[in-house]
């Protein structure tokens, strides 16, 4: 429960919609009653004086207007306060996407996007139940109590507390369903998250699913998870079931006291006793009652829906807890107070370790700016992780890496992340059109810009036969694109983006020998004066380089420019050797065939 007090803010903001919707409550429960007080007076001046001489024209007008108006101003009480839980639904979810957005890399690392997307998504629409009927409902209980018991107490103090006696159940019903509520619901959603996560890998990797043959086996897993699911849901639905007919019942006994002890004081009141009460008076305190049932019967589903926006909010707030490693941008200082950024890269003994696991360490280098320099290793070795520390993907100790002879940690974010560009190692491209694809890292595009990058990218030709062109739509992840298509679209968007630094991880691996040599021409004009780190298994990728250095294990163990390092004979060449032998093998066998 005490998560839900997180959304105070929201309505603090929406406290006059709030208000109204309050007073809408107030002014249709006052009309509500006092049309059954006019009712029962009117039917007992009916008994009294005879229908000749009793007003029942007028007082069915006016019992007619007081429910007209009561109706209107349900209407208001339902659109205001429902109004109210939608834009708080609408804020609160925008937040929850902006917080996400300012999270670390490494928070993704370990937790599943489909969970993710089930917590931003199905939690919070139990959330929205809680901020509209869960609190519309108990307004309405609380506003109409006293104004209905008034008069009720007034007709008969003992037919209103045989009335009100079974009510005295229900927070026993409540204690005892409210802990299993919760908690079966905080199951019910966990299952749901595993459910979607397990979805969005398998639709994802539809592809890998496909070429194993793994079909029947992947539906078989999901099958059991939503056997899971369903059985959770229907442990939970037991207990609804169980509780809204047990509380009915409840209340219920009330009415069938009032009805028998109600109609033995008719003939009481005909006896002259003083036990006595007048049928139209009766007919009132039961339409007064029927009017209780509702808000008494709703307690239990009042229970139900707090509970389970309390559970989903438990797991909302997990989200909105987690803090960034990184502070976001909009926490820093602005970048046009901040010098702006050449591109000079030192690495002074940097060390950074991945869930306790050594990744790199003691890595001392220092690149100028307008200098490129090549990374080659083996996998696993750290090359891509280098390159994330300088985007600043990760968290970096002080005094290990630095930008311009200033300590990373102490360059404001935004101002550093628009001096970089990275092409990673698995592209990522969005079900949009190549257009916006390689102008999603810039503002305002311009199309010779785009078009300059495209063809340095030696994706201009490629892009110009599709039938649509630039505004050709790709599929999720760039799904109709060849791999090599995909990677160098993300240099073009790398590129458009004029960035002091350039890291480009193994982002050539799925281009062939003699695109990657073009693509490497351009490369050399476009780099001159920036500040570049190519990371590649090819050797052919990172000759051109300045600087060379090859890790194994997180360390540097061989550095210069290519010839020297041939002349060494070490690791790089060996590796050259080696790429050379199956470059010659593959051209002897293209020959042959």
């Known amino acids: ?35 059954w007080v006019v009712v029962g007076k009117a039917i007992n001046g009916f008994f009294q004086a005879g229908a000749a001489q009793a007003p029942v024209a007028r007082s069915a007008i006016v019992v007619f207007l007081l429910f007209l108006v009561a109706a209107v101003f349900r209407f208001l009480m339902r659109w205001l306060l429902s109004g109210v839980s ?3 639904e609408y804020e609160f979810r925008n937040d929850i996407f902006a917080h996400l957005q300012r999270l670390s890399p490494s928070y993704y690392d370990r937790h599943m996007t489909g969970d993710l997307m089930a917590r931003a998504t199905n939690d919070i629409d139990a959330v929205r139940l809680v901020l509209g009927p869960g609190l519309m409902y108990p307004v309405n209980a609380a506003v109409l109590a006293p104004l209905a018991l008034a008069p009720m107490i007034g007709i008969s103090p003992l037919l209103t507390a045989l009335a009100l006696a079974p009510v005295a159940l229900v927070p026993i019903f409540v204690r005892r369903f409210a802990r299993a509520i919760h908690r079966m619901f905080r199951a019910v959603q966990d299952s749901y998250s595993e459910m979607s996560a397990r979805a969005q890998e398998n639709l994802a990797g539809i592809r890998v699913v496909k070429a194993f043959a793994r079909e029947d086996e992947e539906a078989a897993i999901f099958r059991r998870m939503n056997e899971e699911y369903r059985r959770l849901n229907m442990r939970l639905m037991v207990v609804r079931a169980f509780m809204f007919p047990a509380m009915r019942t409840v209340v219920q006994l009330g009415r069938v006291g009032v009805i028998g002890l109600g109609a033995w004081m008719i003939f009481q009141l005909r006896a002259g006793s003083g036990w006595g009460v007048a049928p139209g008076s009766l007919f009132a305190f039961l339409g007064l009652f029927e009017e209780l049932i509702w808000p008494m019967i709703s307690v239990g589903w009042i229970v139900d829906v707090v509970q389970r926006g309390a559970a989903s909010m438990k797991r909302i707030c997990e989200i909105l807890d987690a803090r960034p490693e ?40 220092t690149v100028q700016p307008g200098r490129t320099l090549g990374v080659v290793g083996p996998v696993g070795c750290g090359k891509s ?72 990218a030696q994706i201009a030709q490629t892009i110009e036969n599709f039938p649509q062109g630039y505004d050709t739509v790709i599929g999720e992840r760039g799904i109709n694109l060849s791999g090599g298509q995909k990677q160098r679209t993300a240099i073009a968007r790398a590129l458009l983006r004029n960035p002091r630094i350039l890291l480009f991880d193994d982002s050539l691996a799925s281009v062939d020998t003699e695109t990657e040599e073009r693509i490497l021409k351009g490369l050399r004009t476009e780099l001159a004066g920036r500040t570049a780190i190519v990371v590649s298994h ?28 041939i002349e060494r004979g070490g690791l790089y060449a060996d590796l050259a050797r080696r790429q050379q032998l199956i470059e010659e093998i593959e051209r002897a066998n293209s020959a042959g065939g």
Not at 447 to 456: P, T
Request: net charge neutral; proline share 6%.
């Open 86 to 88: 939608r834009h708080i």
């Open 538 to 565: 090819r050797i052919s990728t990172v000759a051109m380089a300045d600087q060379i250095i090859v890790l194994t294990e997180g360390r540097i163990v061989e550095q210069g420019t290519h010839g020297e390092l």
């Open 385 to 456: 992780t280098l390159l994330s520390l300088i985007a600043r993907l990760y968290p970096v100790a002080r005094g290990q890496l630095l930008i311009d002879g200033r300590d990373i940690n102490d360059i404001p974010i935004r101002q550093l992340r628009r001096a970089v560009a990275m092409v990673p190692q698995e592209t990522f491209l969005f079900s949009d059109t190549l257009r916006e694809n390689i102008a999603f890292g810039v503002e305002a595009a311009e199309e010779a810009s785009m078009r300059r990058s495209a063809e340095l």
């Open 1 to 35: 429960m005490r998560a839900l007090f997180r959304l105070f803010p929201y309505f603090k903001r929406h406290k006059w919609g709030f208000l109204l919707g309050m007073a809408s409550v107030g002014l249709s429960n006052v009309c509500t009653v006092r049309a």
């Open 326 to 365: 990184i502070p976001p941008p909009d926490g820093q200082p602005q970048a046009a107070d901040e010098p702006p950024i050449e591109g000079r890269i030192e690495f002074r003994d940097l060390t950074f370790a991945y869930n306790g696991r050594p990744v790199l360490e003691g890595i001392r280098l």
